[in-house]
Structures are given as C-alpha cells and as structure tokens.
C-alpha cells in the first residue's frame, strides 16, 4: 500500500523520503501484515514527543523501547553524534583502538556497582547477553573448572534473540520456533504470582522462598557443573515483574555458596530507570557482570556493554602479555558514533540528575497508575522506579487481544505510546517526564481502557 507524502513543514520532510511501499521491509517481532494495513509511522522525535508523518503528537510513555531515557533528540546528544562522524567515523578496536571506548569504558566503570570496573563493547542487548555467557564459559575454564557449562535462566525471562540469550529465555514463543537452542540450561521459576501479589505498591511481599529453586537445580545438576545464572532484576518484556523483596540477595548469597557467577541483564533497568544508575545499586546486590545496551546511548546509535567485575576479569590476564585474553569481539564493538552518543548521554544523565528521577517522582507514578484499580478487566498493576504494567484480564479463546487493543486505541485516538506484552500494558516514560505528563498517561490509559470492551 502507498502511504501518505509528510505535511509541508515537517522537519523530517528533507531528510526522508516517503516510501511507495511497505512491503520489502519485513518488520522484526511484527505481524506485518496487520500494521501494513493501518501503519503506524514515527517521522520526528523531541523531548517527550513523536510526531508521526501526518503530523499527529504522541505522548511517549515507553521511551521509545525503554531506550531513550533522556528524552528524544537531546541537542547535547545529537550534536555530539554529528561532531563524531565528521572527525572519526570509524576505528577497528581489534589489535587498534581510538581514546573514545577507552574514556567509556572508565566512565561507565566510574558508575557501576563497586568492584565492576572492566567493559566489553557490543552492539546491542542481545549480543551483551551473548558475550556475557562466553566471559562466563571462558572465565570458569581459565581457573581449571572447565566443566562449568551449564546456564540457569528463569520462566518468562527475555534475554534478547541470540541463541545464547533465547536459550536461557523462558518466553515460549521466543523459543518454540527454533529448535532445541542450548544444551545444558535449566531455569528458576518465574517470581510473578497475583494471586498472591495482586497490586501490590513496589516489590511484593511474597515470594522469597522462590530464590530457593536455585538450591534445587544445584542439588539436581551439582553445582560443579553451574557456569552462571542469569535474571532480569525485574523483567521487562514479560510485562514488569518484580522480584519479591530480599530475592535478589538470596540468590546472590547461593551463587557465592556455590562458586557460581551471578549475571544481572539491566538492559532495561540500567541507566536511572529505577532511581540509580543500575538496578543492582538500587537493591543493593553486586552481580559480577552486568549486561546493558539501550539507554547507554539514548537509544541514538545502537550500542550495548557487558560490565565485568574485577575478579572475573583477573582470570583472563594471568597469560603471557602477548596472548589475546579473549577470543571474542564485534567490528563495531567501541564504535566511535556509538561511544560519542554514549559519553553525551552520561554527560546529560548527570547534569540533569535523571537517574534521581525514578525515586522523586517515584510516589506520583505509584499513586497515578495504581488509580486505574477496579477499571473493567484490571487484573493486577505493577510498579517499581519508572516502571509499571497494567495487566488485563485475557478476552476468552483471544489472548493478547484486549491489550493489544488497549496499545491501538491508545495510539490512534489517545495520542499516547505504550506496550503491549500479551495482555500486559508495559509503561517506561523517558526520565525527563514531567508529573502532569504522568497524569496525561493514566487519564488516556483509564478512557481507553473503559472503552476497550
Ligand atoms: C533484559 C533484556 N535483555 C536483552 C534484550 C535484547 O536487547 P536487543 O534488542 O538490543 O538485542 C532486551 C530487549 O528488550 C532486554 O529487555
């Protein structure tokens, strides 16, 4: 189908073309054949706001992907993108470097937990996952426990689509399509249970005893054979579930029992999502790596970074100094755009105090999407830092149907972007939001919803 040229005056009108034909881009995590017939097309981007190309505002209210943490099209970043590619488009950072990851590497390792102060480059969320099962692998081998192999995920974890990350995942339909993936993974259950933990404010009260499903798969596989375990601190994508309060550090206090490395996936609650800049400060427990990609860089070029504690590190640089520590890389891994959208970004994180945000206006965003309790369908909500989920009730034989409904009308008739996971309303605004924007979110949210059968 053809769609309609820009409006005269768009910004984006000089820089894109209208194309004649949504058909030769096959959308990722799509059904392409159903947004093609009512697409839905971003053209500009500033602050808080998309403007679509006929030119209606949209309300960002999951920044982006919950990427663009800063707001859309800082100045500081976009210049400092624009500034990169006229000086140094590219350097290999195989056997070669150029300053910038160096300068990253040290910023990012100024603002990690204590005692992770190494940093792998990769491009993206999934490759972070990837590279950090490998660390893992390499790490365990390096000390003589070689036979370490096996990976501990968790039910309706996402850990990204490479088949490191689908095999530790525990979303069915990420993995149902594509074989047996890994040998060697098992999983803890999943820590959500409403029946329990209905709308609860923060993290819920039950559910602790769930951590012990870690001693269980030790008793079951013997944990000489346990390289890593792996968890969202809250899952993301399976639509905001949290982690029951004191089961972080449980699971920490088994790992170190154990000799197993404990890895946190913070590609979505990394940078200030939850009030610090990672979550593992947040609730005050120190995984020995730390997998990130999204808001490192706003979202504006793509880039993720696995942060390594120092003693995983260690492992790798007890050889002679001629030998490669790790075999393993990207060519765009410390990519210079990549790394001068990353040092703008944690330059504006810091001036502007964002990652204080999610705890200041943490009790308005409690109050405001907990007031959307007892709206037809509602079946639980869910909230912690700048996050929260508003779970509906499936339509019978129809799952997902009713939420992604709730996403349609919020778009097209509210202005508003949210996400829709299953039946699940996933929000994130970028940590630039304002309390009146917040209450724009809910009051789209609470007509729409009302008027979704
Ligand atoms: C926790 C987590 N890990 C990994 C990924 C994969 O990131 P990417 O899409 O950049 O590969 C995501 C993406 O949402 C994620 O939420």
Known sequence: ????????????????????????????????????????????????????????????????????????SHPRIVEAVRTQVGTLDFAPTFQMGSPLPFVLAERLAGIAPAGLDHVFFTNSGSESVDSAMKIALAYHRLRGEGQRTRFIGREKAYHGVGFGGMSIGGLPNNRKW????????????????????????????????LAEDLERLIALHDASTIAAVFVEPISGSAGVVLPPAGYLARLREICDRHGILLVFDEVITGFGRVGKAFAAQRFGVTPD??????????????????????????????????????????????????????????????????????????????????????????????????????????????AGARGYEVFERCFHEGGLLVRATGDVIALSPPLIVERAQIDRIFEILERTIRATA
């Open 289 to 398: 790596l730390i997998t990130t990609a999204k808001g490192l860089t706003n979202g504006t070029v793509p880039m993720g970074a696995v942060l390594v504690a120092h003693s995983v590190h260690e492992a790798f640089v007890q050889g002679p100094p001629a030998a490669i520590d790790f075999f393993h890389g990207y060519t765009y891994s410390g990519h210079p755009l990549a790394c001068a959208a990353a040092l703008a970004t944690l330059d504006v994180y810091a001036e502007e105090d964002l990652f204080e945000r999610a705890i200041l206006l943490g009790d308005h965003w409690q109050d405001a999407i907990h007031a959307l309790r007892g709206l037809p369908h509602v079946v639980d909500i869910r909230n912690f830092g700048l996050m929260g989920a508003i779970e509906l009730e499936p339509r019978p034989g129809a």
């Open 178 to 209: 594509f074989g047996p993936l890994l040998p060697g993974t098992d999983y803890l259950r999943h820590t959500l249970d409403i029946e329990r933990n209905a709308f609860s404010r923060g993290l819920p009260a039950h559910g602790l005893q």
């Open 1 to 72: 189908m053809s769609i309609e040229p820009y409006p005269p005056g768009d910004p984006a009108d000089a820089s894109q073309q209208a194309p004649s034909s949504l058909d030769a881009f096959w959308m990722p995590f799509t059904a392409n054949r159903q947004f093609k017939s009512q697409p839905r097309l971003l053209a500009s981007a500033s602050g808080m706001h998309y403007r679509t190309v006929d030119g209606r505002e949209i309300l960002d209210g999951t920044a982006g992907l919950w990427c663009c943490n800063a707001g859309h």
